[in-house]
């Protein structure tokens, strides 16, 4: 059974990019416990993450696009802090 790098890796081949940076694989689970914990919707997260994906391909710097995404996704869902 692959690791979670080596099947990323092998996406990232699959579909012609680079390997994802340890700064992106942050960002992205970053993103999408973000908006999992601020919306309560679990599901949120791949939707999100996805969207992450396409604003990342379409930039020269895919980390910095990761997290302008993250921030934003903070602001429209903030975490709740009551338990």
Known sequence: ???RTELTDA???????APLTQ????SVLDLAGAVA?????RTTAPLAS????????T?????AA????RRRAAELAPASDAS
Do not use: K, S, Y
């Open 37 to 41: 914990h601020g919306t309560g919707d």
């Open 1 to 3: 059974m692959p690791d």
């Open 66 to 69: 990761l997290q302008d995404v």
């Open 23 to 26: 700064d992106e694989v942050e």
């Open 50 to 57: 996805f969207l992450a994906g396409i604003a990342a391909a």
């Open 11 to 17: 996406l990232a081949a699959h579909v012609g990019t």
């Open 59 to 63: 930039t020269g710097d895919r980390a």
